[in-house]
Each structure stands twice: as structure tokens, then as C-alpha cells.
């Protein structure tokens, strides 16, 4: 059971480390993606009322993935999963 949490750890270890040269490469894209993600999410919640709560931790989410974050929380919402 512990070799698996050490995987998970190791591949979450992995893609901060990916995201973090991305970062450093091209911050003007990031900061796009994470702006782009955050107007979505506020339309989506807006304009469908898809009544996802709009708290620290869904924003978090999307402001850090962009709008593979919006697709993961509105997801994540309709599955019953979260938020």
C-alpha cells in the first residue's frame, strides 16, 4: 500500500517539476492559460448555472491547471466527486 503512495507522490513530484520549467520558459503563456481558465469558469457558472461553488479551493484549482482545471472541476461537480 506504501509503494503506491510513494509512486503517487513521485509522479505528483514530477509534473510540479514539469510545470515549474514550463513556468520558468514561458510565463506569459502560463499566466494566460491561468486567466483564460478563470474567465471560463466564472461563464460556465454564469451563463449555465451549473451551481458549482465558487470557493478558494475550486479557483485554486483552476487558476493552477487552467482550463484542464475548469474541465476537472465541472467534472468532478457532475460526478458527484467534489464541489
Given at each position: 500500500m506504501a509503494a503506491y503512495f510513494e509512486v503517487g507522490a513521485l509522479?505528483?513530484?514530477?509534473?510540479?517539476?514539469?510545470?515549474?520549467?514550463?513556468?520558468?520558459?514561458?510565463?506569459?503563456?502560463?499566466?494566460?492559460?491561468?486567466?483564460?481558465?478563470?474567465?471560463?469558469f466564472l461563464a460556465l457558472d454564469y451563463f449555465f448555472a451549473l451551481n458549482i461553488p465558487i470557493n478558494l479551493i475550486s479557483v485554486g484549482l483552476v487558476a493552477f491547471a487552467g482550463l484542464a482545471g475548469v474541465v476537472l472541476v465541472v467534472l468532478l461537480h457532475f460526478l458527484g466527486l467534489g464541489f
Open positions: 509522479l505528483v513530484a514530477f509534473l510540479l517539476l514539469l510545470l515549474l520549467i514550463k513556468f520558468l520558459r514561458h510565463p506569459l503563456l502560463v499566466i494566460g492559460n491561468s486567466v483564460m481558465g478563470i474567465v471560463v
